[in-house]
């Protein structure tokens, strides 16, 4: 296991810089000494990317067995899939039922019985969950960490994602950004440093909460939202639910339209009245056409706090319900992530602005 731990952190020191990902590389060498997850078997259902690699070897040198679904329902890359069997990682079929934890995202194997339970990292796999979960959940989406991934990483990818596609003029353009949560916000930070006109619209009213200069429509005033989208040179879904613009965008003048659509979700915001063909990407969320979907610098963080709270199930006695990471471990993987990373001063700041 020690060979094979080294192996992947010399393969991802080629791509990344120590400073990038600070968190994980801190959790692999203290995991390294203490093996905390001696033996235990864990299917990890991140979506895999190059960087998901560098929350594999935490887990292993932690002493894990590793497991990522053979065939998974959200975005990857095939050939990082092609090579895990170089490091060590192993596939789990469907029906496969022996796992001791389940790191889960977007609730796709909720149905599953863990022998300690689960480790949801979004808000969307919640609801998965929520209803009659058979084993302890804790949910990395509800601790503050997660807003650097999805408020930071996720508008800073959005916009990569755009010139990777050729659209790289933002000043003086509208953008409609639907949804004001963590990944609405980070879409408005980083089109407003763009010199973009911003229309935020919500089923909430977040008017109070939006930044100076930057207007503000309820979805469900169906003729201002529509109008504003009419006139928008990008409409951005950030909703995190599933169809959530179902018989509120009107399909065939937005069909008909020049305006870009783009989802930020991992679900289907657009509903299944838009054509697939219509929105970016074919509706998968946008920056999942990256190599790194989000930076590892954004994203590495989320991914050490989803493996910490596998080590929290290992406490006995834990309710039977959604729980929130605990403090003082998010306390922990921030001071690293402020204090050896790149984006220390950004974290702080988005910890604060976006609370």
């Given amino acids: 296991m020690k060979e094979t731990v080294e192996k992947l952190r010399t393969h991802l020191l080629q791509h ?3 400073e990038e990902w600070p968190t994980l590389l801190y959790q692999a060498e203290a995991w390294q000494e203490s093996k905390p997850l001696e033996g235990l ?44 069997g170089d490091f060590g990682i192993m596939t789990a079929r ?21 022998k300690l339970g689960f480790c949801e990292l979004t808000r969307s796999g919640v609801k998965r969950y929520e209803h009659a979960p058979c084993r302890p959940v804790l949910v990395a989406d509800a601790g503050r960490i997660k807003r650097i991934e999805t408020t930071l990483g996720t508008g800073e990818s959005l916009f990569r994602a755009l010139d990777h596609l050729g659209y790289t003029e933002y000043a003086g353009r509208r953008m409609v950004v639907v949804g004001y949560g963590k990944v609405g916000r980070g879409i408005v930070y980083y089109a407003l440093q763009h010199g973009m ?33 009419a ?22 003048t937005v069909a008909a339209s020049p305006v870009l659509l783009a989802n930020m979700g991992v679900e289907d915001e657009f509903g299944s009245e838009i054509p697939e ?24 963080t989320s991914m050490a706090l989803h493996n910490a709270c596998a080590l929290e199930l290992l406490t006995a006695d834990l309710p039977h319900r959604c729980m929130t990471p605990p403090p003082d471990v998010e306390d922990t993987l921030l001071a690293v992530a402020a204090s050896r990373g790149l984006i220390g001063a950004d974290i702080k700041n988005i910890l604060k602005d976006f609370s």
């Fill in 16 to 18: 990344y810089q120590p």
């Fill in 41 to 84: 078997r864990i299917l990890d259902a991140t979506p895999l990317f190059r960087n998901t690699l560098a929350k594999h070897m935490a887990l292993m040198a932690g002493g894990a067995q590793v497991y990522v679904p053979e065939k998974s329902t959200l975005p990857h890359d095939p050939a990082v899939m092609a090579g895990l």
């Fill in 277 to 300: 063909s219509r929105v970016l990407n074919k509706k998968r969320p946008l920056n999942f056409i990256l190599e790194d979907p989000t930076s590892m610098r954004f994203v590495e």
């Fill in 197 to 229: 006109k911003v229309t935020v619209a919500d089923t909430a009213d977040v008017s109070q909460d939006v930044p100076e200069g930057v207007n503000f429509i309820p979805v469900t005033d169906i003729e201002a939202f529509n109008a504003a989208a």
């Fill in 231 to 252: 006139r928008a040179w990008c409409v951005v879904t950030a909703t995190g639910t599933v169809g959530a613009l179902r018989h509120k965008l009107q399909a065939a």
């Fill in 94 to 114: 469907k029906g496969d039922n022996f796992f001791d934890i389940v790191l889960d995202c977007s609730g796709q194997f909720s149905r599953l019985k863990p």
